[in-house]
């Protein structure tokens, strides 16, 4: 399969652009490139390869997530400007 300059100006108009003719036709060659490539890597072997998610092996970068204390209502609310019972008061923002 390779790709035509009326491949190229269909595409364009669906992503509503415009090239010039000069333009679509790099784009051919540019594209036709890309997929003799693809063609040449279905030559490779891989029947002793592992199927992937991912090229390379991921951990979770992130803390486990556990259940800890919380601060009591006391200690983060004593530097509030202004307070209601355990809440923040605020002004009103909402007519």
């Known amino acids: 399969m ?4 009326q491949d190229v100006e269909h595409v364009a108009a669906l992503a509503r652009l415009s090239f010039t003719p000069d333009e679509k036709e790099r784009l051919v060659r540019q594209l036709n490139r ?21 090229v390379i092996e991921l951990s979770s ?14 200690e983060i609310l004593k530097n509030a400007p202004d307070r209601t019972e355990k809440f923040f008061k605020v002004p009103k923002v909402i007519r």
């Open 34 to 54: 890309i997929l003799d490539f693809m063609e040449k890597l279905k030559e490779l072997d891989t029947t002793k390869v592992e199927p992937l998610s991912h």
């Open 2 to 5: 390779s790709v035509t300059v």
């Open 61 to 74: 970068v992130f803390r486990e997530d556990t259940v800890e204390p919380s601060y009591p209502p006391e």
